[in-house]
């Protein structure tokens, strides 16, 4: 693998589950120096209800900003139809729906089974096609390594589940460790078998830090051919419905093991970390995280690749 897509989440992933609410022009902010730092692939917004998640309550101003931006990919999320139809009505680029292998966190998240889950994301693909709109339709396979609620996640659970979003119509599985439950071990596993299953349609993968380990997972994912990796800047986020969850991978972090191993992102670190600061003093009262913010790069480390 010689080149990388580093997905942000921060927008979406990141701010759902912290108690401060970004401003409008904060966010646009962000999104203006991610670019200028070499972002090209952006997760930033979910259309839910503003009383259940007043962070996304601006989703369309955001969208649309973002959308000014030549070469800049826009991914949105949306939990059911009527979300499905907002995100379609905003000009986002893709589309992704959380589809949970686990069934307590499915309740918990979107209020229905997996397999209720499945037929809503067959609608909304149809939906998609009715309207005619160019637009990706991404099967996110939450707990696909296991969750809190649950706790194990059995394998053949997940490719199960795969097979159906698949026939339903989707474009692209990413499988998503929202409860920071994957090990190396497991996800070289877990790879090999939904690749067995989805074929090039697994292209992307999102690991939580709860536990330390979304770095060593995401190096394992490289290693098996995934092309995309989501991340959030300052590593802030994780699942409202996941109790006990915390942290994405962290962009900054996760870009600098990308490039010390060769592989090109695009993104120029140093400029990631000026966005980082303007993430910081839009969210003062938020812990962000990461190892280079804290100690800085190499000496002679090229910020660029």
């Known amino acids: 693998m010689n080149t990388m897509v580093l997905n942000e989440v921060g927008m979406r992933d990141g701010l759902q589950s912290l108690r401060s609410i970004m401003p409008t022009s904060a966010k646009r902010k962000w999104i203006d120096t991610a670019y200028e730092a070499g972002v090209r692939s952006m997760e930033v917004a979910s259309f839910v209800p503003a009383k259940l998640l007043p962070q996304m309550a601006d989703a369309d101003e955001v969208v649309a900003h973002a959308l000014t931006f030549p070469g800049l990919t826009v991914t949105v999320l949306a939990p059911n139809l009527r979300g499905a139809q907002n995100a379609l009505a905003s000009g986002a680029h893709r589309i992704v729906v959380p589809v949970s292998v686990s069934a307590a966190h499915s309740q918990s998240n979107v209020r229905c089974s997996p397999e209720h889950m499945v ?17 990706k339709m991404i099967a996110g396979m939450s707990t696909a390594f296991g969750c809190t609620l649950q706790g194990h996640v059995p394998l053949e659970d997940l490719l199960a589940l795969t097979r159906k979003v ?48 979304a770095l060593a997972n995401a190096l394992v994912a490289v290693q098996h051919g995934i092309g995309e990796l989501d991340a959030s800047l300052g590593g802030i986020g994780g699942c409202p419905f996941a109790p006990g969850v915390s942290g994405n991978a962290v962009s900054e972090d996760l870009v600098f093991m990308l490039q010390g191993m060769g592989v090109r992102t695009g993104i120029d670190i140093e400029r990631l970390l000026v966005c980082r600061a303007v993430v910081q003093a839009a969210l003062p009262d938020e812990r962000l995280y990461g190892h280079i913010a804290r100690v800085g790069l190499p000496r002679q480390f090229p910020s660029l690749a």
């Open 119 to 135: 037929e809503a994301f067959a609608r909304m693909c149809e939906l998609r096609n009715q309207a005619g709109h160019p637009v």
């Open 166 to 213: 698949l026939e339903a119509g989707c474009d692209m599985v990413s499988l998503a460790d929202t409860s920071g439950y994957a090990t190396p071990g497991q996800v070289a596993q877990t790879l090999q078998a939904v690749r067995a299953v989805a074929g090039n349609k697994l292209q992307s993968a999102h690991f939580h830090d709860t536990r330390g380990l």
